[in-house]
Nanobody
């Protein structure tokens, strides 16, 4: 079984920064993707950033050049540095880890960006 623990959410002013962390516990296949999704109030959940175990990286257009996803495979942890935050970045951010045998979600961490 895989368990994900997210941290780093909070309340910041527009233009500020936050760093999200997600630690994975349990057995994960070597070929995997670690992803960050978010769900804004009244909106559909969307993929924000993803990073594969091989290093391939993707970002939503809305966060390119502002957010950076990284992995520490030795710690089974994925991070997302979020800079120049905007009010429209507000939402619950969910860590997701996926391999050939499982698809696991964290409980989410709330990010609120005030104007």
């Amino acid at each position: 079984q895989v368990h994900l623990v997210e941290s780093g959410g909070g309340v910041v002013q527009a233009g500020g920064s936050l760093r999200l962390s997600c630690a994975a516990f349990g057995s994960i296949r070597s070929n995997n993707d670690m992803n960050w999704y978010r769900q804004a109030p009244g909106k559909q959940r969307e993929l924000v950033a993803s990073k594969s175990s091989r290093g391939n990286t993707n970002y939503a257009d809305s966060v390119k050049e502002r957010f950076t996803i990284s992995r520490d495979n030795a710690k089974n942890t994925v991070y997302m540095q979020m800079n120049s935050l905007k009010p429209e970045d507000t939402g619950v951010y969910y860590c997701n880890v996926r391999d050939s045998c499982m698809n696991t979600w964290g409980k989410g961490t709330l990010v609120t960006v005030s104007s």
